[in-house]
């Protein structure tokens, strides 16, 4: 599995790449492999602020349908709409062109409180 060090994590399995005050939001290379192949994304808070924890849309497997959780708060200013008619893209390249929202961070300092790549492999060995 695949952890780059230069992104966030968090303990929902999210990852958030930040770049100044915008950050994309994906799952992590561990969460798809826990859902397998990714027949549909779903979300629902485009032009939404959405705080830190709270759902900002689902994804769906062949096996089950899971939430997706706000790593930081911020107002989501576009979905991947290539998830649309590609949702695999989530399981073939997770960190790239698989992610899932781009949002504007409302408060940065919540991004002190997520997870280090090591701290993320962790929590996942347990």
Sequence with gaps: MN???DLKYTKDHEWIRVDGNV?????????????GEIVFVDITTEGEVVAKEEVFGTIEAVKTVSD???PVSGEVIEANSELD?????VNEDVYGNGWLIKISISDPSELDELLSAAEYEQ???K
């Design 123 to 125: 929590l996942i060995a």
């Design 68 to 70: 997706l959780f706000m």
């Design 3 to 5: 952890f780059p060090a």
């Design 23 to 35: 950050a994309y939001i994906g799952i992590t290379d561990y969460a798809q492999g826990e859902l």
């Design 85 to 89: 008619d590609k949702p695999e893209l």
